[in-house]
């Protein structure tokens, strides 16, 4: 299993990035956050997709999911 986690500022912040992501995808992401979450028992603050291609039904996915999408990283903003 490989999953980006970033800390900065105490702040927990997963990540994906990838060149392309569908609705299983999405979901994929979203039980290795929550795995993380259970195994080192901390909450993450955000969980955010980066690719420039998501898929319609993904976008869907993510936004029950509370996932923040994102086309490229500079659009990434510093909020939490």
Do not use: W
């Not at 994906?16 to 994929?28: H, N, P, R, T, V």
């Amino acid at each position: 299993m490989e999953l980006d986690v970033i800390i900065r500022n105490g702040l927990l912040i997963m990540c994906e990035l990838k060149s392309s992501i569908d609705k299983a995808g999405m979901y994929s992401f979203e039980r290795k956050a929550r795995f993380y979450e259970r195994r080192h028992d901390r909450q993450a603050n955000r969980l955010i997709v980066i690719s420039p291609m998501i898929d319609s039904r993904a976008m869907d996915v993510a936004k029950r999911l509370g996932i923040e999408t994102y086309g490229e990283p500079e659009e990434v903003s510093n909020q939490a």
